[in-house]
């Protein structure tokens, strides 16, 4: 099993733009071959961080059954054309990719 932690740097104030988007696109992601969790998520204002929510930030947690599945999802038609589309929305990407220790 594959988990990944994509953190979505948008375009100040672009944040529900991109999340319009972005859930369009999740049952195209949720069909695909060895997906088992493809969810965008926010900052929580809360006491156990004590650090203010980042309000242009989003948080993507995948959990994919293999590292191929994974490599064809980046590669797949329906990720370039969400790229292409709402790329001007997205400032910076951190990707990481870890598996169960």
Known sequence: MIHVVA??????GKRSEFLSAFHRLMPLVHAEQGCVAYVPTVDVSTEITKVPPRHDVVVVVEKWESLEALKSHLNAAHMADFRQANGQLIKAISIQVTEQA
């Open 7 to 12: 953190t979505i740097d948008v375009v100040e």
